[in-house]
């Protein structure tokens, strides 16, 4: 693994950006949808946040030349895959109005079980971002704020190209810092997104 400690520094800042998003929407949500449903969104924002927080510890860790704690990096994947599932069950109830509180057992019981195959995981990040960002774009078209819902596509097509990306060499730094750039600028997007039904629709 090349890490530098730039790169590493730089790793935290997508993390950053959607923790400042997913904290907005929880303020947004609040009142708008039961309590199960806003305590999955919750719980899958913050699994998510803390997923990316252990990946960029590690790699600041390893850069500085602390140690090599894999385990730190090893959990992302679990991590991002249980959260956006969670999130994405919960906008899913949100935008079809499910999120009512007679379907809270709906949201208690939304939790992917704990597998050890890397590719379940996979296929669970990638649908529970895929669901979270369509629904946030149905939201935002719902409104009419097209401006919003096409951040929070090219936000999604940002993300799934970090996908591709995941299969590269990333033991060479260049490949690093193409997935930190389009990281960041997938999040960048998301929090556009964001503050823009922020101030244009929950605001309301």
């Known amino acids: 693994m090349q890490f530098s400690v730039p790169m590493a520094l730089f ?26 449903c806003y305590a999955v969104y919750c719980a899958g924002t913050i699994i998510v946040t803390v997923g990316g927080l252990f ?24 991590f991002q895959a249980t959260g956006f599932t969670l999130t994405a069950a919960a ?35 990638v649908l529970g971002l895929l669901v979270t960002n369509i629904g946030y774009s149905v939201i935002a078209l719902r409104k009419k704020r097209i401006g919003a819902a096409v951040l929070f596509i090219v ?21 690093n810092w193409i997935g930190e750039v389009t990281n960041f600028f997938g999040m960048a997007t998301l929090l556009l997104g964001t503050l823009d039904l922020h101030r244009n629709v929950f605001s309301e």
């Open 11 to 36: 790793d935290f800042v997508p993390v950053i950006l959607y923790l400042v998003s997913s904290v907005i929407f929880q303020r947004d949500f609040y009142s708008r949808m039961s309590k199960g």
């Open 55 to 78: 990946k960029a510890t590690y790699k600041l860790l390893y850069a500085l030349g602390v140690c090599d704690f894999p385990m730190l990096s090893d959990c992302f994947m679990p």
């Open 91 to 125: 906008v899913i109830g949100y935008v079809i109005g499910k999120g009512k509180a007679e379907n809270d057992k709906l949201y208690s019981a939304a939790v992917p079980p704990l597998v050890t195959s890397k590719m379940l995981f996979v296929v669970f990040m």
């Open 155 to 175: 936000s999604l097509v940002l993300e799934m190209g970090m996908g591709y990306l995941s299969t590269r060499d990333f033991t060479k730094a260049s490949m």
